[in-house]
Nanobody, 126 residues
Framework: VQLQASGGGLVQAGGSLKLSCTAS????????MAWFRQDSGNDREFVAA????????VYADSVKGRFAISRDNRKNTVDLQMTNLKDEDTAVYYC????????????????????WGQGTQVTVSS
C-alpha cells in the first residue's frame, strides 16, 4: 500500500493551495481517507476526513469553511483544497487511509488509520 502526497509549498497568508494524495495497492473505494498535519513540537492534528463514497465529510473547527476535502474513486485520489490560509496552517500535511471502512466512517483519530503517506510541507508566510 502506498500513499503519495503532493502539492505543498510556500504561500502567502490569505492564499490558496491544493494538496493531492494518490493511493495504490489496495481497494481505494473501500477506504475512508483523511488529512492530518503536524507542526514541529506538536502532536499530529486531524484536519479533514471523507468517507468511502465521498458523501460524508468532517473537518476540524480550525479549518471549517476554509478547507475542502474531496475524492475521485476512479483515479484513486483524495484532495485537500485550502483557501484563506493562515500562519497557523503551516505544517507537514499527511494523507491517511483506513481500509475496509464501513460506509459512514470518517474517524478523527489518527490511530484509526492503517496507512500513511510521506507528508508534504505547507508553509504560510505573513
Amino acid at each position: 500500500v502506498q500513499l503519495q502526497a503532493s502539492g505543498g509549498g510556500l504561500v502567502q497568508a490569505g492564499g490558496s493551495l491544493k494538496l493531492s494524495c494518490t493511493a495504490s495497492g489496495y481497494g481505494f473505494s473501500r477506504a475512508s481517507m483523511a488529512w492530518f498535519r503536524q507542526d514541529s513540537g506538536n502532536d499530529r492534528e486531524f484536519v479533514a476526513a471523507i468517507n468511502r463514497n465521498g458523501g460524508s465529510t468532517v473537518y476540524a473547527d480550525s479549518v471549517k469553511g476554509r478547507f475542502a476535502i474531496s475524492r475521485d474513486n476512479r483515479k484513486n485520489t483524495v484532495d485537500l483544497q485550502m483557501t484563506n490560509l493562515k500562519d497557523e496552517d503551516t505544517a507537514v500535511y499527511y494523507c491517511a487511509a483506513k481500509v475496509n471502512a464501513i460506509l459512514s466512517h470518517t474517524p478523527r483519530e489518527s490511530g484509526a488509520y492503517d496507512y500513511w503517506g510521506q507528508g508534504t510541507q505547507v508553509t504560510v508566510s505573513s
